[in-house]
């Protein structure tokens, strides 16, 4: 691990001014469940990193006329303790699936949104693009856990946020701050992710000396459900192979309004127009549910060895859809 | 079981550990707390926002005890707490947040030591496993582990008994399910999550 510079700011303003210097060679620090992994793996090699804990005005949830304002140091224990985030279940769904008090106690829902890719060619020291002598190693490699969606350009690593489906299925917005004292922006979380097409490109929107302060939710209404169903491999900590989040708008057993997000499947959190589409004016069944999955799916490119993830990723929109109304039997 | 064993050897008060670095098998270097290094932790209240990247003084509250380091920046938790702290309870084996092995309780919540910073918990209460055998009191956790033969090779033990203790204290009623579900966090190659899994009940439903 290089070595670096460590600050503690106290707020927002104080973090973004220390997020500017050395050129934005910085990182921000939260939970570190992935930042200290990859600084010790020198994937990411700041000059300063700046722990922004201790910025009050980034944790909490607060209630506003236009919705709810989630700091992002909000911990997966917090959103399994809040009462006002409690009604969009499914958050609390994703907060629960991570089998871990560890990182439940660790995690916070800005740095799950920052979380880098788990491709292990780029853990192993590959980059995004996972290329070595201008082919790249995913194509022709071990692509068990890599997209099957979207993967047509470089990009071929599934994004590893686990939040970021049920917020986007949400209409979730995300409050951007800096790199200029007082710059703000809020951006919807569906077009905060990129899939790079140039190694030098990251993931996400965020320039150098950029953070995410807080996450917007809009209010709830009694007619709106949601859940989110991920297939996890093993019963302990996991990452998902695919996860679907659903959020209906469901008026007299009819759905008038839906959001589907598939996430694992492809570079970005993956918002399937076609799924939605045909849950509009309808009303759920099985059958129902069975033809948002295979819609969702329709256009999957699998790779050479992750055709399973197609399957998998129908069957997670589905059972999703299912359990949003309650129709799901027997958990699993 | 080796370290009845190196008792019977070697007395009580010598563990397999200090054996070693005493008989010159393994010379740690200690961190000593000199009148300059005090002097220079009373200036740190005074420090600008931004330290530099050289070691400095960090301190660091473990088991009740006040341990003054001069540490970088990027010295994890977990190696200041072995290596620095010579408290080695806690074990590095996977660095990446997988197995649980390092895991240690800040406030009172169970953590992965290799995902923080050393120089970033300061001022924090941390417990490693120490304290639960501390001063001849030791948590019902431990006799427990004996008890459903929770432990074989014994190198996750420490993290799985800290996490067993930390998921007890917010979950004292816990099933079965949510036991499983909340040491997840925790891989054992020997397998003894049954026994562990186990335990906790039996200490769940006694409300310890």
């Given amino acids: 691990m290089k070595n670096f510079e460590f600050a503690s700011p106290q707020t927002e303003a104080e973090a973004v001014g220390l997020l500017q210097d050395h050129g934005g060679r910085t990182a921000v620090l939260a939970g570190g469940t992935d930042l200290v992994g990859l600084l010790q793996a020198d994937l990411v090699a700041p000059e300063r990193v700046v722990d ?99 993967n047509s350009g470089p990009a071929k690593f599934v994004n ?165 109304v309650g129709q799901l039997e027997g958990g699993l | 079981m080796r370290d009845r064993e190196t008792q019977e050897r070697y007395g009580p008060d010598v563990s397999r550990r200090s054996f070693l670095k005493g008989s010159g098998v393994a010379v740690a270097a200690t961190a000593i707390a000199t009148a300059a290094e005090e002097a220079l932790a009373q200036d740190k209240k005074a420090a600008s926002a931004a330290s530099s990247s050289k070691a400095q003084d960090v301190e660091l509250t473990i088991n009740g005890e006040v341990h003054k380091l001069k540490l970088e920046p990027r010295v994890t938790l977990l190696d200041a707490i072995r290596n620095d702290c010579h408290l080695t309870g806690c074990k590095e084996v996977c660095t990446t947040k997988n197995c649980g092995a390092c895991t240690v309780m800040i406030d009172g919540k169970a953590v992965y030591a290799c995902t923080r910073l050393a120089i970033a918990e300061q001022g924090k209460k941390i417990t490693t496993v120490e304290a639960l055998s501390a001063g001849g009191k030791v948590d019902p956790v431990i006799p427990c582990f004996i008890k459903h033969d929770a432990t074989q090779c014994g190198y996750c033990t420490p993290g799985f008994v800290v996490a067993t203790r930390a998921f007890l204290n917010e979950h004292p009623k816990a099933t079965l399910e949510e036991i499983q579900k909340g040491l997840g966090g925790n891989l054992c190659r020997c397998g003894t999550y049954d026994g562990v899994a186990k335990c906790a009940l039996e200490l769940a439903k006694g409300g310890a």
């Fill in chain 1, 52 to 150: 922004v804990r201790q910025i009050q005005s980034m944790s909490g949830v607060r209630r506003e006329a236009d919705g709810l304002w989630v700091g992002a140091l909000t911990t997966l224990d917090d959103v399994l303790a809040s009462p006002l985030l409690k009604p969009y279940l499914s958050l609390v769904q994703v907060a629960d699936a991570h089998h871990a008090i560890q990182i439940q106690s660790s995690g916070t829902l800005g740095g799950d949104l920052c979380h880098l890719p788990n491709c292990w060619y780029y853990r192993n020291g590959y980059g995004l693009l996972a290329m070595k002598d201008g082919e790249s190693l995913v194509e022709t490699g071990d692509n068990r856990y890599h997209a099957i969606l979207g």
């Fill in chain 1, 160 to 324: 590893a946020s686990r939040f970021a489906p049920a917020l986007i299925a949400w209409g979730a917005k995300v409050r951007i701050i800096g790199p200029a004292p007082e710059q703000v922006e809020v951006v919807p979380l569906e077009y905060f992710y990129i899939s790079p097409k140039s190694a030098n490109q990251g993931n996400t929107i965020l320039k150098p000396g950029q953070l995410i302060s807080h996450i917007w939710l809009p209010a709830i209404e009694p007619t709106h459900v949601s859940a989110t169903y991920e297939v996890l491999q093993m019963e302990g900590l996991d990452w998902p192979l695919a996860t679907a989040s659903v959020t209906l708008d469901v008026e007299g057993g009819i759905v008038r309004a839906a959001r589907v997000v598939l996430g694992h499947v492809a570079p970005t959190p993956w918002v399937s127009q076609e799924a939605a589409s045909l849950l509009r004016n309808q009303m759920v069944t099985e059958d129902l549910a069975n033809a948002v999955g295979a819609a969702a799916v329709s256009k999957a490119t699998p790779l050479s060895n992750n055709e399973y993830k197609v399957q998998i990723a129908k069957t997670a929109v589905k059972r999703a859809v299912l359990k949003a």
